[in-house]
Nanobody
């Protein structure tokens, strides 16, 4: 079965950087994969998605600061987060969809289209 395991979360000061990883297994092809986050008391937010062709989509809240990438040979998804802000504090999840990003709301940012989820990794940014 498909499994996704996130790592790389932690605590950092505002302006700092973190790199999240998501190790995948149990699948032989990639479709749309994305990063989501959820802060306490807030809805889950899609922040970045990448398709099988490498094209990426970002939420306005992270555009220009975060970069999604993948290594197909390692079945690993990454999220490089720079210029972190306290409002980036949240639990971060990676997810995999059965669909292409072009078929998902927001170019891949709609969480309802994702079938497989990791357990999450906490990111805390202090001011």
């Amino acid at each position: 079965q498909v499994q996704l395991v996130e790592s790389g979360g932690g605590s950092v000061q505002a302006g700092g950087s973190l790199r999240l990883s998501c190790a995948g297994s149990g699948y032989t092809y990639t479709t749309c994969m994305g990063w989501f986050r959820q802060a306490p008391g807030k809805e889950r937010e899609g922040i970045a998605a990448i398709g099988s062709d490498g094209r990426s989509t970002y939420a306005d809240s992270v555009k220009g600061r975060f970069t999604i990438s993948k290594d197909n040979a390692k079945s690993t998804l990454y999220l490089q987060m720079n210029s972190l802000k306290p409002e980036d504090t949240a639990m971060y999840y990676c997810a995999k969809s059965r669909f292409a990003c072009t078929r998902i709301l927001g170019g891949g940012l709609g969480s309802a289209a994702y079938n497989y989820w990791g357990q999450g990794t906490q990111v805390t940014v202090s001011s």
